[in-house]
């Protein structure tokens, strides 16, 4: 489980269910989706590096 810190896209992935809801309580963090992480990646790996011209 991973959660994203709203104002600058920091990923945190607690090892202890503690803190995995001390998080879910914190309105400052959203939790990621596996898919929804894929398709963030996948829009900044193509804007790093696509380098054609």
Known sequence: ???RRK???VILEPRSE???EQLRKN???EEV????EKAD???TGKAKG???K
């Open 1 to 3: 489980m991973k959660f």
């Open 7 to 9: 104002h600058d896209n």
């Open 18 to 20: 503690i803190v995995v």
């Open 27 to 29: 309105p400052e963090y």
């Open 33 to 36: 989706k596996e898919d929804q």
């Open 41 to 43: 990646a996948s829009k």
């Open 50 to 52: 696509d380098k054609s």
